[in-house]
């Protein structure tokens, strides 16, 4: 794959969040599913510059608070732990000692400092974690593990499928691998969702940078899908460069630094795209893209406003091809527009020019919104301003999972 000019991106067949040099993951089944893979863990052979973003839903939960902890220390990890089917989420004073007790108990699992664990847990808020099953997860970490399907399976919930890439760079010569791990299907609507994704790279790179850069891919991807207009208590985004590959360390100073920030935002694209094609209930992955806005930051909250619809979601879902609820969107989404100079396409399919209907069959309308992957172009005309953002549709399904979650 060629992004740029230049800089030759190769995508890993199959990649996963233990491409990269130096990292292993396994997982296992401790109890808190019925039988599916529940408990899993991330390691570095060396301790690794750590970035991470986070919800910024007022109800944070314990884990995240122990991960934010853990990384303030040296802007290190070396391991992370997570477990599903339990968020650990409005769980009180008690909920903060079993964030805390999993972070020491797979230090000690692994021969670790307690401030180079962090902890992710994923699932129904409010319920205390059964520490009894979580200490047989400890007891089960196998630091050497190359597991990274048991690992992607067990941070699931309600997702149908699980979430990896790796992409191959060269930097200073040297074969650089990043590569990542994620989950969420409902109540994805970031900043951030229910959502957590794990990325390595065998680079090395400076804390600050790999923060900022961390920061700066999710403002582009992961903040740019949605699924249900839902943001979660415990959506997490860790960076891990552990720098196996013995680079000079990347940094904007660096000449190669866009080369590989191009890389680095590429994982977290696939990422993203394929929690939001793997929404609860979904059927089809939609793109909207918006260009011609005055500035990118509102040709985001534009494409965001049409992803988010549920009027445009089930239209797609239904295969009608309503504009209306497209150009609907655009104009409440608060940002300045022209509308006597909005053009609409479903694919290569124009369907509104200069804010007005143009001539179209509706059956070519039809036949494309049947297809499992769509694309929403608004040109507004105004600038050079340009975003896009993901989501899927709105199906009954998504209803029957979420009507039912609790019981």
Not at 224 to 236: E, F, H, K
């Amino acid at each position: 794959m060629l992004v740029g000019q230049e800089t030759e991106i190769s995508i890993i067949h199959d990649g996963h969040v233990t491409s990269a040099e130096g990292f292993y993951a396994g997982g296992v089944h401790c109890g808190l599913r019925r039988k599916k893979l529940d408990f899993g863990w991330l390691f570095s052979s060396v301790p690794a510059a750590a970035a991470a973003v986070y919800t910024k839903n007022s109800f944070q939960a314990a884990p995240l608070k122990v991960t934010k902890d853990s990384i303030s220390k040296e802007h290190k990890l070396q391991a992370l732990v997570i477990n599903s089917a339990n968020a650990n989420a409005c769980t009180g004073e008690t909920g903060m000692v079993n964030a805390l007790n999993m972070r020491k108990q797979a230090a000690d699992a692994m021969g670790l400092g307690e401030h180079l664990v962090g902890v992710s847990s994923t699932g129904l808020i409010g319920v205390q974690l059964p520490m009894d099953k979580i200490e047989k997860g400890m007891m089960s970490i196998n630091p050497a593990a190359v597991d990274p399907e048991a690992f992607e399976q067990a941070i699931l919930t309600t997702d149908t499928k699980t979430k990896h890439t790796a992409v191959e760079i060269l930097i200073d010569g040297k074969p650089i691998i990043i590569g990542g791990a994620a989950k969420g299907s409902g109540m994805i609507h970031p900043n951030m969702a229910t959502m957590l994704a794990y990325m390595t790279t065998d680079a090395d790179v400076e804390a600050d940078a790999l923060q900022h850069l961390l920061s700066r891919a999710t403002d582009k991807t992961y903040n740019m899908i949605t699924v249900d207009g839902d943001s979660s208590t415990n959506d997490t985004v860790v960076a891990l460069a552990n720098g196996k590959k013995g680079n000079h360390p990347l940094s904007p100073s660096h000449p190669e630094w866009e080369k590989f920030s191009e890389a680095f935002r590429l994982v977290s694209e696939i990422l993203a795209k394929k929690i939001a094609g793997d929404g609860e209930g979904a059927t089809k992955l939609i793109e909207v893209m918006v260009k011609g806005a005055a500035t990118s930051d509102s040709a985001g909250k534009i494409a965001k406003a049409v992803i988010s619809s549920n009027l445009v979601k089930t239209a797609v879902y239904g295969a009608d091809p309503n504009w209306g609820r497209v150009v609907c969107a655009v104009g409440y989404s608060e940002e300045p527009v022209e509308p006597d100079s909005v053009d609409v396409f479903l694919g290569d399919i124009q369907v509104v020019e200069n804010g007005l209907p143009s001539e179209f069959s509706e059956q070519e309308g039809i036949s494309y919104l049947d297809q499992q992957e769509i694309s929403v172009v608004v040109d507004l005309k105004q600038g050079d301003g340009k975003a896009t953002a993901w989501g899927c549709d709105l199906t009954y399904e998504y209803v029957k999972i979420n009507a039912s979650y609790r019981t």
